[in-house]
């Protein structure tokens, strides 16, 4: 498996590690690991693998002790969720930096805050859906 460093993605990371454990010991499901944590039902960390959910702060001390990961390794998943979940493009900013303090290796560039400036202005998606019409000309 990758380092953690080599992720810019919390879920990415957690599937990879999903799947490792599940190498290590193939009864490994994901009902055992949602047990694991303490949870419930293993419904919602399936929805956060699809990454159809993101993930509880509140969870990820608990997904630390079974990731069995270095300190800083730890500082750098906190921060990959805040980063994950953070709303504002200062916010994505501010935790890039600090993913790119805590990394040993220089991070690859996130393009996803470029795309996410044009997702957030409804204007870029209405002259993206424009061009796709049948009548569309591109002059002035």
């Given at each position: 498996m990758d380092s953690i460093y080599d992720y810019l993605d919390a879920t990415d990371f957690l599937n990879d590690k999903f799947k490792e454990l599940q190498k290590e010991r193939p009864s490994f499901s994901l009902r055992a690991w949602a047990k694991h944590l303490d949870m419930k039902s293993h419904g919602p960390l399936h929805a956060i693998l699809k990454k159809q959910r993101m993930i509880p702060k509140k969870l990820v001390?608990?997904?630390?002790?079974?990731?069995?990961?270095?300190?800083?390794?730890?500082?750098?998943?906190?921060?990959?969720?805040?980063?994950?979940?953070a709303k504002s493009i200062e916010e994505k900013e501010f935790y890039k930096e600090q993913l790119a303090k805590l990394s040993p290796t220089p991070l690859r560039e996130i393009n996803d805050l470029e795309a996410y400036k044009y997702i957030t202005d409804p204007i870029h998606i209405t002259l993206a859906e424009m061009t796709q019409l049948k009548n569309f000309k591109d002059t002035y």
């Open positions: 001390p608990k997904l630390i002790k079974t990731l069995k990961i270095d300190k800083n390794e730890v500082k750098y998943l906190e921060a990959l969720v805040d980063f994950q979940r």
